[in-house]
């Protein structure tokens, strides 16, 4: 299967703790995004890569919060100092270019805090 | 800003009978449209989008959405469903031209479930 992944599945941490997520897009997929899902929510966008630069980001995206993309392929999503409202679903998708192409999404980290 | 209504969290319908799940956005630029499907604990697929052209647009597995750009709306029907279309159904936009704009804006989502 070549689809997004995503990795932990799940993740339990203690509150301050510092987690950190990656993603595996879809080979040759230039586009990456991350979205956080709570429950009873839809996902909502937290940041966006073309290739390796960072392109966008929400107002979501605290200071604790840091995407990286370093060679245009993975992704990393860290989150420091959490805190219990870091509790979600992180997802991952990615496209490729043009902008109107289809976001694939990965199968999600699941992270609680405690 | 865009945003997106799904005004039903929940539909139960028994099997064989039609379904329409609602979909209202408000945006001030043009859109695309989509939505998305969540099985049972697996991750997000799309199942239908809008890009331009026909205002009908249908999936592989009988769904389809009409676009009314007058309503601001993008409902999903079927005209009879089954117990595997059980899923949560996730609708989303996203403005064009992106101008760097390349979120999707999700619903909250509306949970169907099929009554055998």
């Known amino acids: 299967d070549t689809g997004v992944s995503q990795d932990p599945r799940h993740k339990i941490t203690k509150r301050g703790q510092n987690v950190t997520f990656r993603c595996d897009p879809i080979?040759?997929?230039?586009?990456l995004y991350w979205y956080r899902q709570t429950l009873g929510q839809g996902p909502e966008f937290l940041t966006y890569?073309?290739?390796?630069?960072?392109?966008?980001k929400s107002r979501l995206l605290s200071d604790r919060f840091s995407a990286e993309r370093p060679k245009g392929s993975f992704s990393t999503l860290e989150i420091q100092r959490t805190e219990q409202g870091d509790s979600a679903m992180y997802l991952c998708?990615?496209?490729?270019?043009?902008?109107?192409?289809?976001?694939?999404f990965g199968p999600g980290t699941r992270l609680t805090v405690l | 800003a865009q945003s997106v209504t799904q005004l039903d969290s929940q539909v139960p319908v028994f099997e064989e009978a039609p379904v329409e799940l609602r979909c209202n956005y408000s945006?001030?630029?043009?859109?695309?449209l989509f939505w998305y499907v969540q099985y049972p604990n697996q991750g997000l697929q799309l199942l239908l989008k809008?890009?331009?052209?026909?205002?009908l647009v249908e999936s592989i597995n009988g769904f389809e959405a009409e676009f009314n750009k007058s309503q601001t709306s993008f409902h999903l029907r079927k005209p009879s469903v089954h117990i595997s279309d059980t899923a949560e159904y996730f609708c989303?936009?996203?403005?064009?031209?992106?101008?760097?704009?390349?979120?999707?804006?999700f619903g909250t989502g509306t949970r169907l479930t099929i009554i055998p």
């Open positions: 998708a990615s496209s490729l270019s043009p902008t109107y192409n289809e976001q694939f």
């Open positions: 080979s040759e997929h230039n586009r």
């Open positions: 890569f073309q290739n390796e630069a960072q392109l966008e």
């Open positions: 945006s001030s630029v043009s859109v695309y």
């Open positions: 809008y890009l331009s052209g026909s205002t």
């Open positions: 989303a936009v996203r403005t064009y031209p992106n101008f760097g704009n390349e979120k999707l804006t």
